[in-house]
T-cell receptor, first 110, second 113 residues
């Protein structure tokens, strides 16, 4: 049973536009969420996180939104840049570990 | 500052051969340590995690084992590799408590032929 789901395996966006990456979870006990960015043949790098006591967290071009009632979070990248092209993983903090989604491959076209 | 190292970066091994991948963390004490695998086109699968020396938790039954001989050293091993062991292996650490952000190493690409 997959507790964290990223239903879109890929997303293509034009440079300068907004990228919206989505993530759903099933366990209402999750209270801390993270987004990671991963380039091919490299380890994931931490991007941004959000605690369940908030519904929004912003860091530069990156904003994460949390909708607890819908068990849904999203990552907004504005404006999108070609260097943002990568695989993005959302993760939820479970007991002693992170539970990752399957990832969404973002392609930002010049 | 903390850094995490993995080696080797790339490994090509024949089926049935042994495996040893090493991960070390610098700049912190008593970290939680994790081994993940990313198969081609798939997500991150947690294989093992450790909260201290000699303490290993296995997430999935498999052909691999893990050991933590020192506080900041985590080793992934196999006695006989299978074709299905091919993938990208990632080590990660975070602070004790387990809820903190995990930080990943550069990864090891393993190809079993």
């Amino acid at each position: 049973d997959q507790q964290v789901k990223q239903n879109s395996p890929s997303l293509s966006v034009q440079e300068g536009r907004i990228s919206i990456l989505n993530c759903d979870y099933t366990n209402s006990m999750f209270d801390y969420f993270l987004w990671y960015k991963k380039y091919p043949a490299e380890g994931p790098t931490f991007l941004i996180s959000i605690s369940s006591i908030k519904d929004k967290n912003e860091d530069g071009r990156f904003t994460v939104f949390l909708n607890k009632s819908a068990k849904h979070l999203s990552l907004h990248i504005v404006p999108s840049q070609p260097g943002d092209s990568a695989v993005y993983f959302c993760a939820a903090s479970g007991p002693g570990k992170l539970i990752f989604g399957q990832g969404t491959e973002l392609s930002v076209k010049p | 500052s903390q850094t995490i190292h993995q080696w080797p970066a790339t490994l090509v091994q024949p089926v049935g051969s042994p495996l040893s991948l090493e991960c070390t963390v610098e700049g912190t004490s008593n970290p939680n340590l994790y081994w993940y695998r990313q198969a081609a086109g798939r997500g991150l699968q947690l294989l093992f995690y450790s909260v201290g020396i000699g303490q290993i938790s296995s997430e999935v039954p498999q052909n691999l084992s893990a050991s933590r001989p020192q506080d900041r050293q985590f080793i992934l091993s196999s006695k006989k590799l299978l074709l299905s062991d091919s993938g990208f292996y990632l080590c990660a650490w975070n602070l004790p408590g387990g809820r903190e952000t995990q930080y990943f190493g550069p990864g090891t690409r393993l190809l079993v032929l």
